[in-house]
């Protein structure tokens, strides 16, 4: 694979007319890699798949699949790539081991095999003992799901493209799925556009957040909650007088962000608070403890930002960006 990667995308650009969906975007995703691709509707995420895909032409830039551009070899592509879209097309009248017999065919599988490998997939998507004679009219959201990935896992391809895979399925399947991925973790790069932040939090690597056409944020969980929410939110649950404790909390500004106090009596006090620095909190929680004989922590909690929290700080901070592009030239219009 060029340069090591299983995706290579350099400057990319996409415009409908005068509409740009997609703007100047560049990333990598590493084989074995599974990733997750967020963002608002609109935000130009399908438009970007498709392009991967080679079913969609790029205004500008280079897509890379492996050492193969899209651009020039799009038929290359669809060997290697398995697309899974968010409303699957099945056809109403084949039982399930009938579609995936002929579509397996058409993959390019002969003789034997074809028996073999609609056998895996049924498999590995729960479908054999239970569904594989069905007719796929007769099939729930969440069983035609099933048969969409078992299609696209059919040909073995080097990189998934799943578009909304979980839309339909009940908690259930949904972990079927989740169970699934991670089996193929390593085997198969895996790309996961979803609206369901936290199964994508829960089954990635890596998140890739898309806004207005440009990506306004890249990395692990840990990585995007240290670069968007630099602030640690705790828990915090006193037993005694905490008057004094709570008048010491608005000292301490270079260390706590902001506090609530959820209740507070005689008796003790709930606050929630969002610190800088937990550590720090610690160490600054202990010294007020010990000068305060008749105050004891009954519960203490670190609350780690969601990945819902880190999304809606990205896009925003990208508002806020564009805004700030935008106010100079209107400040020079008379």
């Known amino acids: 694979m060029a340069g090591g990667f299983s995706i290579e995308v350099s400057n990319l650009n996409k415009s409908f007319g005068v509409m740009e969906a997609v703007r100047d975007i560049s990333f990598t995703v590493a084989p074995g890699e599974v990733v997750g691709f967020l963002g608002p509707n609109g935000a130009g995420k399908s438009t970007t798949i498709k392009i991967l895909c080679g079913l969609l032409a790029a205004t ?12 020039q070899f799009p038929e290359k592509i669809k060997d290697r790539v398995g697309y899974m879209p968010e409303n699957n097309p099945l056809p109403e009248d084949m039982r399930i081991n009938e579609y995936l017999a002929h579509r397996a ?22 479908l054999y003992r239970t569904a594989r004679s069905k007719i796929i009219s007769t099939l729930s959201k969440g069983f035609r799901q099933r048969v969409g990935i078992a299609d696209v896992l059919l040909g073995k391809p080097e990189l998934v493209i799943m578009d909304e895979p979980t839309i339909g399925l ?9 169970k699934l991925i991670q089996s193929l973790k390593g085997q198969m790069t895996f790309v996961i556009s979803s609206h369901i932040l936290a199964e994508i939090e829960k089954v990635c690597d890596r998140v890739i957040i898309i806004n207005r056409g440009s990506i306004v944020a890249s990395g692990s969980s840990r990585e995007l909650r240290e670069e968007f929410i630099p602030v640690v939110g705790v828990k915090l649950i006193l037993e005694g007088d905490a008057h004094k404790f709570v008048q010491n909390l608005n000292r301490e500004k270079d260390l706590i962000h902001f506090y609530s106090i959820v209740d507070q009596s005689s008796e003790g006090a709930s606050i929630s608070l969002e610190v800088f620095d937990w550590t720090q909190f610690r160490v600054w929680l202990e010294e007020q403890l010990s000068h305060s004989s008749g105050l004891k922590i009954n519960e203490i909690a670190r609350l780690e930002s969601s990945l819902e929290d880190i999304f809606m700080a990205a896009t925003k901070r990208s508002w806020d960006d564009e805004g700030n592009k935008i106010k100079p030239y209107l400040t020079g219009m008379s």
């Open 105 to 126: 065919r058409l993959k390019g599988l002969r003789g034997k095999e074809v028996e073999v490998r609609v056998q895996e997939v049924l498999e590995l998507c729960d």
């Open 60 to 71: 500008s830039g280079r897509v890379r699949i492996g050492d193969i551009s899209v651009a």
């Open 170 to 178: 009940d908690p259930h399947q949904v972990l079927l799925m989740r």
